[in-house]
């Protein structure tokens, strides 16, 4: 979803902003030494910005893609795969498996290397590792793709994060980040219509003499790698971040990146850029570190930032936030990830049972379906039925693209009142209507309640994600805020990691269960964010 294109307000930006504008002109007429926010206001905003505005799009939606794309194929691979129910939750959890377990090991990299030399690297390795997972033809080699494309996801995910922020004035970061929150949150709408158009095609080929089959759900596979290479390509007609040269040292090299920004944005020789020398950036911990020194400085300053964390003012509200943030994405991801599956089942009970829609529930639906190994609420044992395919109708991506657009809404509508209503009762209501949306989802005996009560969960899910991480900004102090997210983040992945995993588990014990544990959790976070002080913007002291 957008919750991994967080928007973080820098605190001192818009003082970093007004003294800029007291002393930049004073700078600018004596040619003296000018720090980085001076020298990218001077540079303006114009082609260059629409350009790498341009390039955020594809690059946007690599990280929702990668983390969705199962959901989709997984009806029309069940049988390719010979897939069991725990083996679909798995599918769609190692993915955040992969995205948990690279997150120390890309912060380390983008530090020391750079962020053009990565962002081309990640973003071209993920493709292959997308193109190549197309082409599995079990289980566990769709799963170790999936993991590595998690792993490699990570990185280019935060790192363009950076390197497009730091081609912004501060005057510009916040509406550019907000924009990639925007372009993300239009991924999830194209994403099932993409689906739409390529998996219910009948295609399919024969390769290396049978031993590789190649179908629609492989095609679609394929070309859900195309915004990874599309932004790996384009990443290499722009310059590595002025912001990480001057960290570096490299102050001739920085100015000459600022002075081709300047003369794109305006159309004037790069020679009447009015800055002419900058001042020495303070190195970062890691920079000026000897290089085989490097890994353990990251992990002694993680270990450093930590302990803030584990004594008061901060222990109490940190355990709240991720306690929230763990409930919140383990019961939104789940329902999110499974929802394609749940509505190929329900159409396809439909079709087949016309006039059984009012005397039904969920449980007598996704009983009735004939996997591979077992259907749900079943003991897990190799069946003699044939194994028979979902077969996806257009009802099923329509109502995945209704959801996309019910969730953008919820964010849109959350971001125009959450300055009057306050985070705190933004959280609260919710995730109350979660709760109150999720359980009644085992009663649900048409395509139609289940798209209505799976929109306003998976949309209040999304939209409470955004509501915390902003507590987040604002419980924390500067020092501690970049952690602070981090950690958030990182919780909530291991939430969605688990509840994909144990939804599956919990329909082979009730179909009632799991919708019961989801609604508990929702219930749960309610109630604590009850707890969570009124910030106003103020960090805690």
């Known amino acids: 979803m ?270 009447t850029y009015p800055v002419k020398s900058l001042l020495k950036e303070k190195s970062g911990v890691l920079t000026s570190a000897a290089p085989d020194e490097r890994l ?24 709240i936030v991720l306690i929230i943030q763990f409930g919140g994405q383990w019961g939104m991801n789940t329902i999110r990830l499974w929802l394609p599956q749940l509505f190929a089942i329900m159409e396809e009970y439909f079709i087949v049972n016309k006039s059984m829609s009012g005397n039904v529930t969920m449980c007598d639906i996704l009983t009735s379906h004939t996997g591979p190994k077992t259907a749900f609420n079943e003991t897990i044992v190799v069946t003699d039925k044939p194994c028979v395919p979902v077969q996806s109708g257009d009802t099923v991506y329509i109502y995945s693209i209704i959801v996309g657009i019910v969730t953008a809404v919820f964010n849109l509508m959350a971001s125009s009142v959450i300055s009057n209503l306050g985070k705190k009762k933004i959280l609260i209501a919710g995730y109350v209507l979660s709760c109150c949306c999720v359980v009644p989802m085992y009663w649900s005996n048409s395509m139609e309640g289940l798209l209505i009560l799976a929109s306003l969960f998976v949309g209040s899910g999304s939209m409470c994600f955004n509501a915390l991480m902003s507590v987040v900004v604002d419980l924390f102090p500067t020092s501690l805020r970049t952690m602070a997210v981090s950690v958030t983040v990182m919780t909530g992945r291991v939430g969605a990691l688990l509840g994909n995993i144990t939804f599956p588990v919990f329909l082979e014990i009730s179909c009632l269960v799991p919708f019961l544990f989801l609604g508990s959790i929702m219930f749960v976070c309610s109630s604590l964010a009850f707890l969570l002080p009124r910030t106003n913007g103020k960090a805690l002291e």
């Open 296 to 319: 353990s400085t990251l992990l002694k300053l993680g270990i450093k930032q930590m302990k803030p964390f584990l004594h008061k003012p901060y222990i109490g509200m940190a355990g």
């Open 2 to 271: 957008a919750e991994d294109f967080v928007v973080v307000k820098i605190s001192y930006c818009d003082f970093s902003c007004y003294v800029n504008k007291l002393q930049g002109r004073e700078r600018q007429n004596e040619h003296e030494q000018v720090d980085f926010e001076t020298a990218i206001s001077l540079t303006g905003y114009g082609k260059f910005n629409h350009l790498l505005n341009l390039l955020a799009i594809p690059a946007a939606s690599t990280t929702m893609i990668d983390t969705t794309t199962m959901s989709y194929i997984l009806p029309s691979a069940e049988c390719d795969l010979n897939l069991s129910n725990v083996d679909k939750g798995i599918l769609n959890a190692v993915v955040f498996g992969g995205m948990t377990s690279g997150a120390l090991f890309w912060g380390f990299l983008s530090d020391t290397l750079g962020r053009r030399k990565l962002l081309l690297a990640c973003y071209c390795l993920l493709a292959s590792i997308t193109i190549a997972s197309s082409f599995s033809q079990t289980f566990w080699s769709l799963g170790l793709f999936k993991f590595l494309g998690g792993f490699v996801a990570c990185g280019p995910n935060a790192i363009f994060l950076a390197y497009l922020s730091e081609f912004n004035s501060c005057r510009h970061r916040s509406r550019t980040m907000m924009a990639v929150g925007i372009y993300a949150s239009l991924a999830v709408a194209a994403l099932p219509a993409l689906a739409w158009l390529l998996i219910p095609q009948t295609w399919s080929w024969t390769l290396l003499g049978g031993y590789i089959t190649y179908n629609s759900w492989r095609v679609f596979l394929t070309m859900s790698a195309i915004p990874s290479f599309l932004t790996g390509c384009c990443i290499c007609f722009f310059d590595e971040s002025p912001k990480f040269l001057m960290s570096c040292g490299r102050r001739d090299e920085a100015l000459r990146v600022f002075q081709r920004v300047y003369s794109i944005n305006t159309g004037n020789p790069p020679e």
